[in-house]
């Protein structure tokens, strides 16, 4: 399974990306399913509203819908850590969205992530690993 951020969920919907067609043909080549969180799914639907309207929002749940991307949950007893998370990167700063991604990998193991933030570089999971950015 491969994490994967707002701008690349926006990216693979959104044919006026300069790297729509690259993030598209990775993502065939890759793990078929992509993580996501809720924070990021809203974050990129909020984007693809405002850049595409709906026609953009209706390409992006679909991604849902044909189940290639699956949404992590943050659950209750994962606030405390969350919170440290943004707490912990608050000189980058690290933002809601981006925390539930480290906070998945922290939970499920996953190390591999799409993005187009530079910032996961940077951020360690569990304090100690890094991410493992795959280049497009």
Not at 35 to 51: I, N, Q
Not at 73 to 94: G, K, S, T, V
Request: with cysteine; aromatic share 10%.
């Amino acid at each position: 399974m491969i994490l994967c951020d707002s701008g690349v969920l926006l990216c693979l919907v959104n044919l006026t990306q300069s790297q729509h067609k690259a993030y598209k043909q990775a993502v065939k080549q890759l793990d078929p399913t992509l993580l996501t969180t809720w924070s990021c799914l809203a974050e990129a639907m909020y984007l693809a509203f405002r850049r595409g309207g709906w026609r953009l929002q209706k390409d992006l749940r679909q991604l849902l819908l044909d189940k290639l991307l699956m949404a992590y949950e943050i659950q209750e007893q994962d606030y405390r850590r969350l919170f440290e998370l943004m707490e912990q990167y608050r000189d980058r700063p690290m933002d809601l969205a981006d925390a539930t991604l480290v906070l998945a990998a922290e939970r499920t193991g996953a190390r591999q992530i799409l993005t187009l933030d530079s910032d996961f570089l940077f951020y360690r999971i569990e304090n100690r690993d890094t991410f493992n950015v795959i280049q497009v």
